[in-house]
């Protein structure tokens, strides 16, 4: 559209305004029933006497609307339902404590060395036999402190007693470690290996980031309730 500007004597371009358009949104994705429902009133109200809506379609809006109420109501309904796993999750932690759980290590299990002599067994499983197995010790600060090499082991669940001392038989300082699991076969090639971790759990928590439960072990690790295998006494 074009208008005339006496004072410069030009013609200027302006541009249409549609005077019943809906207010604009930064995202359409996000328009909620609230907003639907004040739009479908202002299009009834501003439409055409002449040229009415047609049924169909106001039909079809009012099915919308329907369907996004009955959406709004099942997203309140998930998260009243999440709220109550966590809750339940949190009740299922507090009877483990004081007692020693199994859970899944990431490929890194953890354990603790108390210094009085007490064999310390890292676990582990094969998923073939293995001609060869080693074993990395890591201390708390992440540096290895030693290497195990535990010769041949079989398929499935294994356990390996450490005593907690290095290849010239000196005892390793109380505290918390971790070890890695590096198996192989007669030609030389990669076994797949498994680590669960063993500790007692001393309190619980809850992450911040999402709401999900974690374990305190005595280990220093911290664990989320959802990688726990096996809890110690609890059948």
Request: net charge negative; no cysteine.
């Amino acid at each position: 559209m074009t208008m005339f500007n006496p004072t410069v004597g030009v013609v200027e371009s302006a541009s249409y305004v549609e005077p019943f358009a809906p207010p604009e949104t930064k995202n359409k994705d996000d328009i909620g029933k609230d907003e639907f429902l004040l739009l479908l009133v202002e299009q009834l109200k501003n439409q055409d006497p002449l040229e009415p809506m047609d049924g169909t379609d106001f039909t079809a809006q009012l099915a919308q609307f329907s369907s996004l109420e009955q959406q709004t109501k099942m997203n309140d309904n998930l998260s009243l339902l999440q709220d109550y796993s966590a809750t339940l999750n949190r009740l299922s932690a507090l009877d483990m404590i004081g007692k020693k759980v199994e859970y899944d290590g990431a490929g890194s299990g953890s354990i603790t060395v108390s210094g009085d002599g007490q064999p310390i067994p890292l676990d582990f499983e094969l998923a073939d036999g293995a001609h060869n197995v080693m074993v990395d010790i890591y201390n708390s600060a992440g540096g290895r402190v030693e290497t195990l090499e535990l010769g041949a082991f079989d398929l499935g669940l294994q356990s390996y007693n450490w005593n907690g001392k290095d290849a010239d038989g000196n005892s390793f300082s109380s505290g918390n470690y971790s070890f890695n699991v590096t198996a192989r076969d007669e030609l030389g090639q990669l076994v797949a290996t498994t680590v669960n971790g063993k500790s007692e759990v001393q309190g619980i928590e809850t992450d911040p980031k999402n709401g999900n439960t974690v374990l305190v072990l005595s280990n220093g690790s911290r664990v989320g309730i959802d990688k726990v295998l096996g809890v110690e006494g609890i059948s």
